[in-house]
């Protein structure tokens, strides 16, 4: 309601061709900043390849930190419906997978993400050398992925599936270790693996890690008996 206490006028086909304009902008800006990098690419060329001036997308979006910021967030969710990953059902239906169902669920929806944003947050993580807003952003994304990994360790140690070998938080650190962009990358782009490949092996390398085999497989058993 506004403060006159009269609903506040929506104009659907406005909002409609407004969120379309939004991902040309956010499609054009992904194309430049894979294709010719961080630095190389200014506004000006996204809103041209958009159809829109400048001005309009630095409205739309801010500074051209915060526009590769925008289009790293929607790729990582797949869509741009404002949801944080942590809040999906899918990342809930993850966690109460237990044990090995957990590192499964988690390996094919990492991969998928990867697929989507290795090679936009390879071009983040050169240019925030030398751009400080940047910087700040992606210090802020890192962290946030080491939490959600703690959030998994944490599911794991609370069926029991964890292996005692580590602390929560070393275990925290090898999860954010082996599930990178960068690994994702190296192998896939350099080494020419498949993303089913690497998919399938990030599955056995977090299983032989992190979980305490014994426990897994009972975990596993109980939820085929339910």
Request: one cysteine or more; proline letters at 3%.
């Amino acid at each position: 309601m506004t403060p006159s206490g009269r609903r506040p006028y929506r104009a659907p086909r406005r909002d409609a061709i407004r969120n379309q304009t939004r991902q040309h902008i956010r499609s054009a800006a992904r194309e430049l900043f894979l294709n010719h990098g961080y630095a190389a690419t200014t506004l000006a060329q996204v809103g041209e390849q958009a159809g829109v001036s400048r001005r309009y997308v630095q409205m739309a979006f801010g500074s051209k930190a915060e526009l590769l910021s925008e289009v790293i967030k929607v790729a990582v969710a797949g869509d741009d419906a404002q949801v944080p990953l942590a809040r999906r059902e899918r990342w809930t239906a993850m966690l109460g997978a237990g044990g090995q169902g957990t590192l499964t669920a988690y390996a094919a929806l990492s991969t998928e993400i990867c697929e989507r944003t290795a090679g936009l947050l390879a071009v983040a993580t050169t240019a925030a050398e030398s751009d400080e807003e940047l910087a700040e952003m992606r210090a802020s994304a890192l962290h946030r992925r080491h939490q959600d990994c703690a959030t998994v360790i944490g599911a794991l140690s609370a069926d029991g599936s964890l292996t005692s070998g580590y602390t929560l938080a070393e275990a925290a650190d090898i999860f954010y270790a082996l599930t990178s962009p960068e690994t994702f990358l190296v192998l896939t782009r350099e080494r020419g693996w498949p993303p089913a490949r690497y998919e399938s092996w990030l599955v056995r390398i977090l299983v032989a890690s992190l979980l305490d085999n014994g426990r897994a497989c009972e975990i596993a058993a109980s939820k085929q008996t339910h």
